[in-house]
C-alpha cells in the first residue's frame, strides 16, 4: 500500500553517533520509516530518544553516518540545499530576531527564501489571518508572549509555501489556548496547500490527533502506527477506580503497589488504571480496599505509549518499575513519619501568606493584585501560560525578588528578609534544573549539603540517602551536564531535598520531561505532601493540576480562579462536556475572562 | 558559618578547574604575556639599521664609522655612494639612520679642531628616534674623549661620569618584568571573579544559591576566596620565574612583596565582583571586565610615566590599585624597600579594597535579580 511515490520521507537504514568527551551516543540506529505525503505525522519518545536528531537530519543539517534518508524524493546527503528551499523547519527554540518587529520578522524570512514582492502581501495576510497575529504586527517579537513567539515561527516557517513542514515540539511551554490556534493554523494548510506534516510533541493527547504516529526509543523506532491502532492494543486493560475511603492520592499510591497494575494514574476524579493484561468482561479485583468501584474506561493514547515503554525497560534511561520504586519509599517513609507528627501538630495553619501582591517592571504589570493561602502539607499549584506571571510571582514568594507592593509571608517571614535560619526550612528547585553542570552529581550533592549547613555523619546519611532514593549511584561521577534530563531532573530534586525542608518550591518540574518522568516525580512529591510538607509548584501542563489539592490559575498577572481541581472543573460542567478536563476548563476561564473584557469595553 | 563560605569557594574551585575553558584561561594568557613582556617588549633599540655616508674616507672619518659600526646599538646596513641614496632608504624603512660625513671633515678639524657631523634620522616614530639620537650622542663623546687623549691633549672642562642606581645597565626589562607581576595577577582574578556571578545567572544556579541559608555577605566573601588564592598562586609562579629565568634581583623582603600583593588581590576582586553584580551575562561581565583592564593598565605607570599624564589624568590614577602595587613591586624588586619604606602605598590599596568589596556588597543585596 505504501508506493515510493506516496512516502515524503524514506529513510533506510540511518544510524549516527554523537561524541562525547567520554563516550559517544548513539542517536539513531539504523532506522528505517517512511512517511506519508498529506497527513501528519507524529513523532513521540522519551528525552534521548533521537527526535530531534531525525528531524535535523532531514533538514539536511546532520548527516548520517551510515543508511539512505531521502525527503521529496531528494537525498539529503546531496541535495541539502534544494530540500531546504522545499521544506518549512520549526526548531525547538525558533529562530526568531527579538529585536525586530512581527512584520520584520516576517520580511527577513521571506527574503531569504527569495519570496517574490508582489506575492508577499497576500501570503502575509493569510499567515497573519490565520495566526491572529495582524494587531501586533508592530510588535517586537522579544515582547510577544511564548505562545504568540510560537504561532509567530510558524508563521515564518510557512512563508515560502513549504512541501513538508517540520516541527520540533512547536507546543511545549505554550498555553492552551495557544496550541488550540497552532493546531488550528497546521489543519488549515493541511487542508488548504497540502502540505505534509511531521511534528514531534510530548504532549501525547496531540499525538492523538496526528494521522500516524512514529514512537522512538533510544535511538530505534518502537512502532509506527495510526493512534487508533496503538490505543486498540489497549483494549480491555484500562479502567477507573474510585474509592470514598481514600484519599485520591492515597488511593493512587495503593494500587500502584497491585500485582498486575501497570500504571495508575489520577485523572479528574478517578484513578486510571492500566493493567499489563486485558480483563474481558470483568474488572480487576483488589483485596483489602475499602468501598472500591471500579468502572473499564477507554484507553487514553498515553497507555499504549507508557505500556509499550514499561515493557520495553532499560536501566539505561530515565524508566523504572514503579514497584520496586514504591517499596523502596514505604522503607524510607519511617523517618518521614517523624517529620509528619512534627508537622501535624498544627495542620490547619496558612504557611504562607500571599496578600494583594503586585510586581511591577517599568510600566508593566507583571503580577497585579494576587492573594492566596497555603496550608501546611498542601500541595498547591501555580497554573498559567508562559507569561502569566506564574515565575514573578513564585520568586517573590522565594524572596528573589521584591514585591512592588503587597505581602508574601512564608513561615512567618518575607524570605528576603529572612535570616538563615528561615531560608533552612524551605527547598527550591530552579527552572531548567539548574545545577552545576561542569561538577559531578557528587560534587553537586556535597555543595548543596553543605551550603544547608549539613556536616560529618548526617550529610553522608543524606547523600547515600539521594543517591539510593533517586539511583543516581550509576552516575555518581558524571558530570550533571551529560546527564539524560530525567536524571538532570532527579538530581535537581534531590538537591532540594537534602536538608529535609518543610516547605518545598518547584518551578516547572515537569518541563520538557517525559511522561515517564513526569510520574515519578508526581509520585514522589505525592510522598513528600503525605509526610506533612508543603508543596507549591508551578506548571503549564494543565493535567498535572489534578495532583495539586488547591490551586491558582493565573493569566496576565491576574487571578482567574482559585480552588481545588474538582470545583474548577465542576464548575464548567455543561450538557456538551459532562467531564471537562482541567484544560477545558482553562481554555473556558480564558475566554470568560476575554468576554468580560469586551464588554466592559464595549 | 565559615563551613559554608568554604563549601562555597571549595565549589567555584571545582567549577574553575573543571572546565577545560577555564583552564586555558588560567594558564595561556600568564605565560604568553610573561613571553611577550619578558621578550618582546623592551625600551632599549638593538641593531639600529644605520646608513653611513662617507665622502671624506679619511683615517679620521674611518676612525669614527668603526666607533659607530663596532656598537651592539648599530649595524651599518649600507655605504652611501650618491645624495639620491639617502631618501629612499630612510622611506623604506631599511634604515633609521644616516650618517653623513661631509668631503672635507678631516680637514676642517685639522684648521679648526673641530668639525660637523650630519645626522638624518626617521622622525615617523619620535620615540625610536630621540633614543638612537641618545645612543649615537654617547658613541661622539666617548669617540671625542679617546681622541683627545691619543693626542696627548687636554680633555674636555667638564665629562659627565653616570653611574646607575637600581638598575646600573639601565636595562628596560629590569623595569618592565617586575611589572608583570602587578599586570597577570590584576588580569586573572579580576576575570574570574568577574564571570563568576554572571556564569551562575545564566545557568540559573544563582537563585538556587539564593535560596539557600548563605547570606549575601557570605556568597561574596566564597566568591572572592578563589579569586584572592588563585592570584596568589599565579603571583607566586611568576615571582619564581623573574627571578629563575628571567634574572631580575629580588632586593627587598618576600614577606612585603605578598603583603602587598594580597592587598592589591583584594581591591580587585572587589571590583572584580562588582563588575559581577551588574552584569546579567558573562559576555557582559567580559566586556565590563575589559573596560576596566585597559584604562587600569595605560593610567598605572606599567609602560608610560604617571608624571607625563595631564594633571586631571594624574589625579584619575590614585584610584587605580595598580598604581599602588606596581611602586611596591619595583620598589621590592629593585630597592629593597621594607613595609615602613611603602606604607604610603598600603594604605590607599587597603582603602580601595575595603570600599569596592563594600560596594560589591551592596550591589550584590541590591541586585538580587
Known amino acids: 500500500m505504501n508506493t515510493p511515490s506516496e512516502a515524503i520521507i524514506q ?18 540506529d539504523n532506522i528505517s520509516v517512511k512517511v506519508k505525503a498529506g497527513q501528519i505525522t507524529g513523532l513521540i519518545g522519551p528525552d534521548g530518544a533521537g527526535k530531534t536528531t531525525l528531524m535535523r537530519l532531514l533538514s539536511g543539517l546532520l548527516k548520517p553516518d551510515s543508511g539512505q534518508a531521502k525527503v521529496l524524493g531528494l537525498d539529503v546527503v546531496k541535495n541539502p540545499q534544494q530540500i531546504q528551499s522545499m521544506i518549512g523547519y520549526m526548531p525547538q527554540r525558533f529562530g526568531l530576531y527579538e529585536d525586530l518587529t512581527v512584520q520584520e520578522n516576517m520580511d527577513l524570512y521571506a527574503d531569504l527564501h527569495n519570496i517574490p514582492v508582489d506575492q508577499r502581501a497576500s501570503r502575509y495576510e493569510k499567515l497573519l489571518s490565520m495566526s491572529q497575529m495582524a494587531p501586533f504586527t508592530a510588535r517586537l517579537a522579544g515582547k510577544l508572549s511564548g505562545g504568540m513567539k510560537q504561532k509567530l515561527g510558524l508563521a515564518c516557517a510557512l512563508v515560502s509555501p513549504p512541501r513538508l513542514l517540520i516541527l520540533d515540539e512547536p507546543t511545549v511551554g505554550v498555553d492552551p489556548v495557544s496550541r488550540r490556534e ?41 512502532q509506527q502506527a495510526s493512534p487508533e491502532v496503538f490505543s486498540q492494543t489497549m483494549q480491555n486493560r484500562t479502567f477507573l477506580a474510585h474509592s470514598t475511603a481514600l484519599s485520591k492520592r492515597h488511593l493512587q499510591a495503593r494500587l500502584s503497589k497491585e500485582a498486575g497494575v501497570l500504571d495508575a494514574l489520577i485523572d479528574n476524579d478517578d484513578i486510571h488504571l492500566v493493567m499489563q493484561e486485558a480483563i474481558i468482561n470483568d474488572v480487576p479485583a483488589f483485596n483489602d480496599i475499602e468501598d472500591l468501584h471500579i468502572r473499564p474506561t477507554r484507553p487514553h493514547f498515553e497507555d499504549a505509549f507508557i505500556a509499550l515503554l514499561k515493557t520495553n525497560p532499560d536501566p539505561g534511561n530515565a524508566i523504572t518499575e514503579t514497584e520496586t520504586e514504591a517499596q523502596k519509599s514505604s522503607q524510607s517513609s519511617n523517618d518521614l513519619n517523624q517529620k509528619q507528627s512534627r508537622l501535624k501538630n498544627n495542620v490547619s495553619d496558612s504557611i504562607i501568606k500571599v496578600d494583594k501582591v503586585v510586581r511591577r517592571f517599568g510600566d508593566f504589570y507583571a503580577v497585579k493584585g494576587i492573594s492566596f493561602e497555603v496550608k501546611r502539607g498542601e500541595i498547591f499549584g501555580l497554573l498559567g501560560a508562559n507569561g502569566a506571571g506564574k515565575s514573578t510571582l513564585f520568586r517573590m514568594l522565594c524572596g528573589l525578588l521584591p514585591a512592588s507592593d503587597g505581602k508574601v509571608e512564608v513561615a512567618g517571614h518575607n524570605l528576603r528578609t529572612a535570616s538563615a535560619s528561615a531560608r533552612a526550612h524551605i527547598g527550591y528547585m530552579a527552572q531548567r534544573f539548574s545545577l552545576y553542570t561542569n561538577l559531578t552529581i557528587k560534587q553537586n550533592l556535597m555543595f548543596f549539603s553543605k551550603a544547608y549547613g549539613l556536616r560529618g555523619k548526617q550529610q553522608k546519611e543524606r547523600i547515600q540517602w539521594a543517591l539510593d532514593e533517586f539511583e543516581l549511584a550509576d552516575y555518581y561521577n558524571t558530570n550533571s551536564n551529560d546527564l539524560p534530563l530525567g536524571y538532570k531532573q532527579r538530581l535537581a530534586f534531590a538537591a532540594a531535598l537534602m536538608h529535609q525542608p518543610d516547605i518545598l518550591f518547584l518551578d516547572e518540574p515537569t518541563s520538557g520531561v517525559d511522561p515517564l518522568a513526569r510520574r515519578e516525580f508526581w509520585h514522589r512529591t505525592n510522598e513528600l505532601a503525605e509526610s506533612g510538607v508543603t508543596i507549591l509548584v508551578t506548571t503549564h501542563f494543565m493535567d498535572e493540576a489534578n495532583y495539586c489539592d488547591r490551586l491558582i490559575i493565573m493569566a496576565a498577572g491576574t487571578e482567574l480562579a482559585t480552588g481545588s481541581p474538582e470545583d474548577l472543573r465542576h464548575h464548567f460542567k455543561s450538557a456538551q462536556n459532562p467531564e471537562p478536563s482541567m484544560e477545558d476548563t482553562f481554555i473556558a476561564l480564558v475566554e470568560t475572562k476575554a468576554e468580560n473584557r469586551k464588554n466592559i469595553n464595549d | 558559618m565559615f563551613y559554608q563560605i568554604l563549601a562555597l569557594a571549595l565549589k567555584e574551585f571545582q567549577a574553575i578547574l573543571r572546565d577545560r575553558q577555564s583552564r586555558l584561561v588560567l594558564i595561556g594568557p600568564p ?7 619578558g621578550y618582546a617588549a623592551t625600551f632599549d633599540l638593538n641593531n639600529i639599521p644605520v646608513a653611513i655616508y662617507n665622502q671624506d674616507g679619511s683615517h679620521l672619518s674611518r676612525e669614527l664609522v668603526s666607533h659607530i659600526a663596532g656598537s651592539p646599538y648599530f649595524e651599518v646596513v649600507k655605504n652611501i655612494q650618491h645624495d639620491d641614496e639617502i631618501s629612499p632608504l630612510i622611506m623604506t624603512k631599511k634604515a633609521l639612520m644616516v650618517i653623513y660625513i661631509k668631503s672635507d671633515f678631516s680637514n676642517e678639524q685639522a684648521i679648526n679642531h673641530s668639525s660637523h657631523l650630519q645626522v638624518i634620522v626617521d622622525g615617523r616614530n619620535s620615540n625610536t628616534a630621540l633614543l638612537a639620537l641618545n645612543y649615537i650622542r654617547t658613541i661622539i663623546i666617548n669617540f671625542n674623549q679617546q681622541f683627545l687623549k691619543t693626542q696627548g691633549r687636554h680633555p674636555p672642562p667638564a665629562v659627565l661620569k653616570v653611574r646607575s642606581w637600581f638598575n646600573p645597565n639601565l636595562l628596560s626589562r629590569w623595569f618592565i618584568v617586575p611589572g608583570i607581576v602587578a599586570l597577570l595577577t590584576l588580569v586573572v582574578p579580576l576575570i574570574i571573579t568577574a564571570l563568576s556571578v554572571a556564569r551562575e545567572r545564566e545557568a540559573g544556579t544563582f537563585d538556587q544559591i539564593l535560596v539557600t541559608p548563605l547570606s549575601p555577605f557570605q556568597i561574596l566573601l566564597g566568591k572572592s576566596i578563589p579569586g584572592v588564592v588563585i592570584g596568589l598562586v599565579q603571583g607566586t609562579i611568576i615571582i619564581l620565574l623573574t627571578v629563575l629565568w628571567f634574572k631580575i634581583p629580588l632586593l627587598g623582603s618576600i614577606g612585603t612583596l605578598y603583603f602587598g600583593l594580597t592587598l592589591f588581590l583584594l581591591s580587585t576582586v572587589g571590583i572584580g565582583l562588582m563588575i559581577s553584580s551588574l552584569s546579567i551575562t558573562q559576555q557582559q561581565g567580559l566586556m565590563g571586565a575589559f573596560l576596566f583592564l585597559v584604562p587600569a593598565v595605560i593610567l598605572s605607570g606599567f609602560a608610560t610615566p604617571i608624571a607625563n599624564m595631564p594633571e586631571l589624568v594624574q589625579d584619575l590614577t590614585y584610584i587605580n590599585p595598580m598604581r599602588y602595587f606596581l611602586i611596591i613591586v619595583r620598589g621590592v624588586y629593585l630597592e629593597g624597600n621594607s613595609y615602613a619604606d611603602l606604607i604610603s602605598q598600603f594604605w590607599p590599596m587597603t582603602l580601595i579594597g575595603l570600599i569596592s568589596l563594600t560596594l560589591a556588597g551592596w550591589m550584590f543585596k541590591h541586585r538580587m535579580y
Open chain 1, 11 to 28: 529513510l533506510d537504514n540511518i544510524s549516527l553517533s554523537f561524541a562525547l568527551p567520554a563516550t559517544s551516543v548513539q542517536a539513531l
Open chain 1, 182 to 222: 497552532l493546531w488550528q493554523i497546521i489543519n488549515q494548510m493541511l487542508q488548504e496547500e497540502h502540505i505534509s506534516v511531521l511534528m514531534s510533541t510530548a504532549y501525547l493527547d496531540e499525538a492523538e490527533r496526528c494521522n500516524d504516529v512514529i514512537l522512538m526509543h533510544k535511538g530505534q523506532i518502537l
Open chain 2, 31 to 37: 605565560i604568553a604575556q610573561l613571553l611577550v613582556f
